[in-house]
């Protein structure tokens, strides 16, 4: 563990809300923010009092609304009705109903409490009359304390020495006895327009039967600029991003099985330190059980100069098909 105290860097002290301006006016306002994390994905339309709508970027594979985008914008839309001077420490989400793509999401706010210290919200997001998740939301005003620890992130390489997702798929197409099957899937991967930058730090192999632990490391941000002075807001695309391949963590030891059905059933997240979404970080990712078609992955969100910015944790349901009698090693 590290002593804390010396360890929160002066550039993360800066990073703070800028103070008389909530979620929205941040979205909105400033010229910098170009990312489109926050000019669209994140970008909610107040209808009403603690009453928004939100619209959907990027949709998986699955054709189901993304839960780290149902989480982000559940977190803009409570982050809203909060005083300035309180910032999220932890929120807890149940995934209640599939999302549908096809039409927008209604997020209503109930302002459970306002303490002097602590506020609580509830979200309910819901599609066709009826909620698809429910969020607690938590939030804390900063407090000087002497207890100060965290675990030590783990040494990988920078994120300058590694490949981007895209530039793996290019180099796995680049393989002249890939299946064509697999040709295929890379592609629509490739052709995917996921708003975050990812570089993994230990990618699997092709064709993808190495057995892995199941642990996973990848660097990540938010592609464009945020900028500083904006905490609020990054935690709302940090806890975007803490759903991105989080799930099939559980899945790295078994190469030999195809997943038929994988959906989240809540997920967890709680802040520590500052930091910036839109610069690298390190998503630390590992599942400690499966089984029962279930599968728990925890997560730390590290900053680069080492301070732990977030944990989460999230179950799911897992269902899975043998792909062939000889696909294992």
């Not at 559940?74 to 549908?100: K, N």
């Not at 927008?104 to 609580?120: A, E, I, K």
């Not at 899937?185 to 490739?190: A, I, M, Y």
Request: hydrophobic share 40%; charged share 20%; with cysteine.
């Amino acid at each position: 563990m590290q002593d804390m105290s010396k360890k929160v860097s002066d550039e993360a002290s800066d990073d703070r809300l800028d103070h008389g301006a909530g979620v929205q006016d941040q979205v909105a306002g400033p010229q910098d923010l170009r990312s489109v994390l926050v000019t669209s994905v994140l970008n909610l339309e107040k209808l009403d009092i603690d009453l928004y709508r939100g619209t959907h970027y990027w949709v998986p594979r699955t054709r189901r609304l993304f839960g780290g985008q149902i989480i982000g914008q559940a977190l803009v839309a409570a982050a809203e009705s909060v005083r300035d001077d309180v910032f999220v420490h932890s929120l807890h989400c149940y995934f209640v109903r599939a999302g549908d793509p096809s039409v927008p999401v209604l997020y209503q706010v109930d302002r459970t409490r306002d303490g002097r210290s602590f506020s609580m919200r509830s979200v309910k997001a819901i599609q066709h009359g009826q909620p698809i998740l429910t969020c607690q939301a938590s939030f804390h005003c900063d407090q000087p304390s002497p207890i100060q620890h965290q675990f030590t992130m783990p040494p990988v390489p920078p994120p300058e020495d590694l490949m981007t997702v895209e530039k793996l798929i290019q180099s796995y197409l680049s393989k002249p006895n890939l299946a064509e099957k697999a040709k295929r899937g890379l592609t629509k991967l490739l052709a995917d327009e996921v708003p975050i930058e990812i570089k993994p730090v230990n990618p699997p192999d092709v064709p993808w039967r190495r057995v892995m632990e199941p642990r996973n490391l990848f660097w990540v941000r938010a592609r464009g600029h945020i900028g500083k002075g904006h905490m609020k807001l990054h935690c709302c695309v940090a806890a975007y991003v803490s759903d991105y391949s989080f799930l099939g963590t559980a899945l790295l030891p078994y190469p030999g099985q195809r997943a038929s059905f994988v959906a989240s059933l809540d997920h967890a997240m709680w802040f520590h330190n500052t930091f910036r979404a839109d610069q690298w970080m390190l998503y630390e990712m590992e599942s400690s059980w499966a089984g029962g078609c279930r599968g728990l992955v925890q997560g730390r969100l590290w900053r680069r100069d080492g301070v732990l910015a977030a944990s989460c944790a999230q179950e799911g349901v897992i269902r899975v098909n043998a792909m062939t009698t000889n696909s294992k090693l």
